[in-house]
């Protein structure tokens, strides 16, 4: 009897100490149905030479995707997160974790607040996707930077944070300096190299595989962490520049069952600013290298290298939002020749519109045409210049439920 | 219009003003002071006592809300005014602190409630008052004693961009502006007075922000402050309801 009414003080305890804190447990997750109608050549994710995520084979009404996004509050000061996704595009995972890591935030006490993140996580480099899920709010499909960024990287690691707080000094603003080690990130780079820069909203997951034939992109090749630091200044709640040297450290030389290390390095400029409460501005430009192969086989080992960039205007008033952007990318072949030069250089300009009807639902179209030329195509016995659009009109559900 | 010792001038200020959250909180706290207040300031108001109005406006004659204003005698000795009972509100709401300053004097207890839609986790560093209010919504938190006077610069562990100042202050007579840039002091005991002003958008030097006053038996005082520097920008918050909250 005694041990009984011991255990209901302790479940009314426990059960009180969760109802007076709130939002312990928070989740947010989207549905995404979507007509697409496409002109081009045949995905990437099908096999093709083409660099959109559908295909003309794939005009028809398409389950575009979902996720869920879990944030679970352990005291005051540790965090975990989780991101669920499903693409309903015969991923070898139906649904598959694309993050999951648990932050560290402890009040601060000094104008220097430290932050730490554990586990599976986006770098911080994409200004687009800001929402829940690492999903864009402004367009369907990310730029051809964030494309990749969330093709063939997560940092499997841990990242710390000290970030100044400008409130002491009544500044509205803070600088942060950000650093990451991380492993698992080896095979980064053989995707850009094989079929260089796209525009798609089909990130990949930790475990699952990307296109047909499957590929993954998680793992640890050469057993040294790579790096990537950078800085993070916030002003004025308008203006947000972030700046990230990454650099993966991995051996090219070094190969195993899972593929070659792929040595990628890249600097990655980006600004966001929002002089007003309706316009969006973003720019980023990234710039770097990939090599494969060891030193030793010389001008036989492959090396590229690869610039590219977007700029992005947003207005947004009542219930709409219309966004155009335009990508610049190249990549360019430096050595290992062992057919056409993986010389890609593409346009693309991207028009979004979302009309939000209440908080679940929202509409979103979005036309994309892009122009690119990449060489290596014509081993398909296709041409190497492309020039592809495609028009999705997604409806979108969206939850959202805290405890 | 916070000041918890003067009267009902700033009151009725306040509740002629739209009814925008901001003004909602003032009035909702000078409303729970002024039922303390009214009932003083008939009674016990010194004979002879007069009104100190400040105005102040920027480099270009616009007017500046939200300047905390403090009034302390420099000369002869003046009982203070008794203290209100009640307790100040730092209300949150749209990721915001409302108001943005506050001011009160020492001893005083400060509520922080959170209207808002999400969770906040509020914290001071300041060595006036370190205080940290653990993850909530509601008024899960007893009231914060302020009993050391200076600036406390508030934040949320969650969201950088919210940022409130409490300036606790040893000074009898205290408020803050308008949205009009106006503040009535009143029942002000005559005499000599060091008025002084802080707020985080001027960027004047403070030494240009202290002036000497004479408070006169009838005429009591009026001092209009034009600052001599452009204020610091400082936009609205702008809660942005799509982004996930890290």
């Not at chain 2, 400060?110 to 509601?138: C, I, M, R, T, W």
Request: glycine letters at 10%; proline letters at 6%.
């Amino acid at each position: 009897m005694r041990v009984r009414v011991c255990a209901a003080a302790l479940a009314v305890a426990l059960w009180s100490q969760a109802g007076a804190a709130a939002d312990q447990l928070v989740l947010d997750g989207q549905l995404d149905l979507r007509w697409v109608h496409s002109n081009g050549a045949t995905s990437y994710l099908e096999g093709g030479p083409g660099i959109l995520r559908f295909d003309p084979q794939h005009d028809d009404v398409r389950f575009g995707g979902a996720y869920l996004a879990s944030r679970l509050r352990l005291g005051d000061t540790v965090t975990l997160h989780a991101v669920a996704n499903a693409y309903g595009d015969h991923d070898r995972n139906p649904v598959d974790l694309s993050e999951f890591w648990a932050e560290v935030r402890p009040f601060p006490s000094s104008p220097w607040r430290w932050s730490a993140r554990i586990g599976a996580f986006h770098m911080p480099v994409s200004l687009e996707n800001r929402a829940a899920g690492w999903s864009d709010v402004y367009t369907i499909t990310p730029s051809a930077i964030n494309t990749w960024m969330g093709e063939e990287f997560r940092t499997i690691g841990a990242e710390f944070e000290a970030r100044w707080l400008g409130a002491s000094r009544a500044y509205v603003g803070d600088l942060a300096v950000v650093a990451a080690a991380y492993g698992w990130n080896d095979p980064a780079g053989a995707l850009l190299a094989d079929r260089g820069f796209a525009l798609s909203d089909r990130p990949s997951t930790l475990f699952g595989g990307l296109g047909r034939p499957p590929v993954t992109f998680y793992h640890e090749i050469d057993r040294k962490p790579g790096y990537y630091a950078g800085l993070d200044w916030r002003h004025h709640d308008s203006l947000e520049v972030r700046a990230l040297r990454y650099d993966n450290r991995a051996d090219p030389g070094a190969a195993t069952e899972a593929g070659g290390a792929w040595r990628t390095r890249f600097t990655s400029l980006g600004a966001r600013l929002e002089p007003t409460e309706r316009w969006t501005f973003i720019a980023q430009y990234l710039d770097g290298d990939t090599i494969i192969g060891p030193d030793s086989a010389g001008i036989n080992q492959f090396r590229m290298a690869f610039h590219a960039a977007f700029g992005l205007a947003s207005v947004e008033w009542r219930h709409e939002r219309l966004t155009a952007r335009f990508d610049d990318f190249h990549t360019h072949q430096l050595s290992g020749f062992f057919g056409p030069p993986g010389d890609e250089s593409g346009h693309a300009w991207t028009v979004g519109w979302t009309h939000e009807f209440g908080n679940e639902w929202r509409l979103v179209a979005e036309w994309i045409r892009v122009s690119s030329s990449f060489p290596p195509r014509l081993e398909y016995g296709g041409a190497s210049a492309l020039l592809e659009s495609q028009t999705e009109v997604a409806l979108r559900y969206r939850l959202h439920a805290g405890w | 219009m916070t000041h918890l010792r003067s009267g009902s001038r700033s009151t009725s200020a306040a509740k002629s003003q739209s009814a925008t959250p901001f003004a909602v909180t003032r009035r909702r706290f000078v409303d729970r002071v002024t039922v303390a207040f009214a009932t003083w300031c008939c009674l016990t108001a010194p004979a002879g006592a007069g009104d100190v109005a400040v105005n102040v406006i920027d480099r270009r004659g616009g007017v500046v809300a939200d300047v905390a204003v403090t009034l302390a005698p420099t000369g002869r000795h003046i009982d203070p005014p008794p203290r209100p009972s009640g307790t100040a509100v730092m209300d949150q709401q749209n990721r915001a602190f409302v108001p943005r300053v506050l001011v009160v004097g020492v001893g005083t207890s400060v509520e922080f409630p959170n209207n808002d839609s999400v969770s906040h986790q509020v914290y001071s560093f300041s060595p006036a008052k370190k205080f940290q209010l653990p993850l909530y919504k509601g008024t899960r938190h007893a009231p914060v004693v302020f009993d050391r006077h200076g600036l406390v610069v508030l934040g949320c562990n969650i969201h950088d961009a919210m940022a409130g100042y409490i300036l606790v202050t040893e000074a009898p007579y205290f408020g803050t502006t308008g949205r009009d840039g106006a503040l009535t002091l009143p029942a002000v005991p005559p005499g000599e007075y060091e008025l002084t002003l802080w707020s985080p958008l001027i960027a004047d030097p403070p030494e240009a922000l202290v002036r000497a006053i004479h408070v006169d038996v009838h005429e009591g005082s009026s001092s209009t402050v034009q600052l001599t520097r452009d204020l610091r920008m400082r936009p609205e918050p702008r809660p942005r309801h799509g982004d996930w909250e890290y």
